[in-house]
C-alpha cells in the first residue's frame, strides 16, 4: 500500500494546467465500443480508472494504445460481450458498458459494478430505461444479463437525474431503431461531452445539458479525433488547495461555466477571482471569511464531487458553514478522518457543521475514497506538522500526476510505503 508523507504550512502558489475530465473520458471510452475505425482522444487523463477501462476494452477485443499523450482506440474487433468480474469491480463506471455492448453486439453479460465506497449506488435507473428500450435484462448468482434481438427507440423519464443511467441509455439509445427521448436527464457537462463525441462519430444526440436529451437511433458510428473537456473536479480541487494555503493560483485550460457554485461562495467570501475564456485566476488575502449553506445537487447545482474538499477548506475560516450531501448516503466518511486533524466540526448523517475555525494538526489519517483522499490532500498542505494519508491508490483513480502538480504549487509531498 502507498501512502503520501505532506508538509503542511507553506503557502502554495502558481499555475496548473487543467487535465481532461474523468467523468468525461470514461464514458466516451465506453461509447468507442460502439464505432468502426480509429479514434484518437486528446487530453484523455493519465488515471487509474482510464487504466482499468483500457482494460476492459482489451479484455473485449479492443485495440488501445498511448501514443505521445494521445490515446488510439479501434473497436473494430470485438469479440466478446462478457466483462470479467473482477474489472467490473474495478469501478463504476463499467456499468456504462452495459448499454454500449447491448448496442454494439445485441448483449451484455456484467455483474455489479465497483467504485468508491459512497453509498448503496444501484443501477435500478439503468435497467428500467433499458427494458423500456426493449432490453431483456435478468440476474444470475453473479451476473447481470442483458439482451436484445432488436433496440426500439422509446420516451424515457428517469426517476432520477443519473449522471450514469443517462449516458448508458443515450449509449444503448444509438442502436435502437427510431427516436429515444431521455426525460429528466443528468445535466453535467460531462454528458455534453459525450453528446459531442457521439455527433463527432456521425451520430446524431441533441439537448444534453438541457434536461431532455433526443437520440436518432440506427446510425453506424465511425471513429473520430475527439478532445475531452477540462476536468472542473480536478480543477476546483487545486483552487482549493491553493487558496487553503493563503496562495494564489492560474488554472488553465477551463472557464469560469464548469466551476459557478464554487466561484460564487468564494467570490462571496471575499476571495480575488478572476475568469477568462480559458482561465480562472484566484488569489487569498488572508482575511477572507465564509459562513454559508451549501447543499450538493445535480448540476448546476454544488457538486457532491467537490463537497469533501471544500469541507477541508472551510475548517480554516469558514466558521457556522453548513456542507449537506443530498446525493451520495455515505460521503461523509472523510470527515471523521478531519476530526482527527483537530477540526472543530459536528458530524449527522447528512451534514458537516464548521463549529469554528481551527488551524489542522499533521497526524496519521486515511482515505477512504477519491474525494475523500482529495479533501485529506488540502487539509494536510493547510495543517500544521506532517501528515501522512493512507491508500493513494483512491486519490490515483482520479487524479493524474498528483505529486508533480502538488510540488508545481510548492508544496512539500512524497510517496512512500505503508
Ligand atoms: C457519476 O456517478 C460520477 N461518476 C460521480 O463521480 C458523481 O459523483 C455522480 O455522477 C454524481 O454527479 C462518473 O461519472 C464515472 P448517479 P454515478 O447515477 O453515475 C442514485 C467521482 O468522484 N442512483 O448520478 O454513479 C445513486 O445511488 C465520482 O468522480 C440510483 O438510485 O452517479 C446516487 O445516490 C463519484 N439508481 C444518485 O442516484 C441508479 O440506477 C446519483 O448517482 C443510479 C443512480
Not at 165 to 172: D, K, Q, S, V
Not at 198 to 218: D, F, L, Q, Y
Not at 244 to 254: D, P, S
Not at 349 to 368: F, M, R, S, T, Y
Request: proline share 3%; with cysteine; glycine share 12%.
Amino acid at each position: 500500500m502507498k501512502g503520501y508523507h505532506i508538509k503542511g504550512g507553506r503557502v502554495l502558489s502558481g499555475k496548473i494546467e487543467t487535465s481532461g475530465a474523468k467523468n468525461a473520458a470514461l464514458p466516451i471510452l465506453a461509447a468507442s465500443v460502439m464505432t468502426k475505425g480509429e479514434n484518437t482522444l486528446l487530453s484523455c487523463p493519465q488515471i487509474s480508472d482510464v487504466d482499468s477501462m483500457i482494460s476492459i476494452l482489451t479484455a473485449l477485443g479492443c485495440k488501445v494504445r498511448w501514443e505521445d499523450g494521445l490515446l488510439s482506440v479501434v473497436a473494430d474487433g470485438i469479440r466478446g460481450c462478457r466483462i470479467p468480474d473482477h474489472m467490473m469491480k474495478e469501478m463504476r463506471s463499467s456499468v456504462f458498458l452495459a448499454g454500449s455492448l447491448l448496442g454494439r453486439c445485441g448483449e451484455a453479460v456484467i455483474s455489479n459494478p465497483g467504485g468508491c465506497d459512497i453509498g448503496k449506488r444501484p443501477i435500478d435507473i439503468h435497467i428500467d430505461g433499458l427494458r423500456r428500450l426493449g432490453a431483456h435484462i435478468w440476474q444470475t448468482d453473479e451476473n447481470i444479463v442483458l439482451k436484445a434481438g432488436r433496440l426500439r427507440g422509446a420516451k424515457i423519464r428517469l426517476a432520477y437525474p443519473s449522471v450514469g443511467a443517462t449516458e448508458n441509455l443515450m449509449l444503448a439509445a444509438i442502436a435502437a431503431e427510431g427516436l429515444t427521448e431521455i426525460e429528466n436527464s443528468a445535466k453535467e457537462p460531462e454528458i455534453v461531452d459525450l453528446q459531442n463525441y457521439i455527433n463527432c462519430c456521425g451520430g446524431r444526440v441533441m439537448g444534453a445539458g438541457s434536461g431532455t436529451i433526443t437520440v436518432e437511433g440506427g446510425i453506424k458510428l465511425h471513429g473520430c479525433q475527439y478532445r475531452i473537456l477540462p476536468d472542473r473536479i480536478e480543477a476546483g480541487t487545486y483552487l482549493l488547495m491553493a487558496l487553503a494555503t493563503g496562495g494564489e493560483i492560474m488554472l488553465e485550460g477551463i472557464g469560469r461555466e464548469y466551476l459557478d457554485s464554487l466561484l460564487q461562495i468564494l467570490d462571496g467570501g471575499g476571495y480575488r477571482i478572476r475568469c477568462s475564456e480559458t482561465g480562472i485566476w484566484a488569489k487569498a488575502c488572508g482575511f477572507e471569511r465564509i459562513n454559508c449553506m451549501i447543499r450538493t445537487a445535480p448540476y448546476p447545482g454544488f457538486p457532491t464531487d467537490l463537497q469533501p474538499q471544500m469541507t477541508a477548506f472551510l475548517t480554516k475560516n469558514g466558521k457556522g458553514s453548513i456542507i449537506e450531501e443530498n446525493i451520495f448516503e455515505k460521503r461523509l466518511e472523510y470527515a471523521k478522518e478531519l476530526k482527527k486533524m483537530g477540526a472543530d466540526i459536528e458530524i449527522s448523517e447528512k451534514q458537516v457543521i464548521i463549529k469554528d475555525n481551527h488551524i489542522l494538526c499533521g497526524v496519521p489519517v486515511a482515505a477512504k475514497d477519491l474525494r475523500g483522499g482529495a479533501a485529506l490532500m488540502i487539509a494536510g498542505l493547510m495543517a500544521d506538522g506532517y501528515t501522512d494519508i493512507a491508500d493513494t491508490k483512491y486519490i490515483k483513480r482520479g487524479y493524474s500526476r498528483p505529486i508533480d502538480k502538488i510540488r508545481a504549487l510548492g508544496g512539500e509531498i512524497i510517496e512512500y510505503d505503508c
